[in-house]
């Protein structure tokens, strides 16, 4: 999507430095790179300025920090979308955990595309991961 303008943020100023330097990470004027916390960012965007959102955020051994699995911020997500747009997550849930987080994600987005990721020959072993999208009403 060449003309797609594109928001990544990062709260670790080394992972954007090695995502750019080693990654081939895209440069130009639609590329925005904001080092801060993605949860303050989801919160202070503006209503309906996205297409889409993807979440994937972990904290080492601890998983995907608490506020990022909240009520409150599935709202957010779902406030910062356009009408037709898609949010997105990538985590890894005890099955309770992971329940609670579609519940609440599908009060405010609708349809669900559920993947889990398994191991692959040739590629190596998963962690458990489960990939779900769902769309603004």
């Given at each position: 999507l060449p003309?797609?303008?594109?928001?990544?943020?990062?709260?670790?100023?080394a992972m954007v430095y090695a995502a750019k330097e080693w990654?081939?990470?895209?440069?130009?004027?639609q590329y925005g790179y904001h080092?801060?916390?993605g949860h303050e960012f989801v919160l202070k965007a503006s209503s309906g300025s996205?297409?889409?959102v993807y979440v994937d955020v972990f904290a080492g051994?601890?998983?995907?920090p608490a506020q990022f699995l909240t009520p409150n911020f599935h709202s957010h997500v779902g406030r910062v979308l356009k009408p037709g747009g898609l949010g997105a997550m990538n985590f890894i849930p005890p099955k309770e955990e992971g329940l609670q987080v579609l519940?609440?994600?599908r009060k405010v987005l609708q349809g669900l595309g559920l993947f889990?990721?398994?191991e692959q020959p040739g590629i190596g072993v998963t962690d458990g991961s489960i990939l779900f999208f769902l769309q603004k009403r």
């Open positions: 003309t797609a303008v594109v928001d990544t943020v990062e709260i670790d100023d990654f081939c990470a895209p440069r130009g004027s080092v801060q916390d996205y297409d889409f051994d601890d998983g995907v519940t609440s994600f889990e990721l398994r």
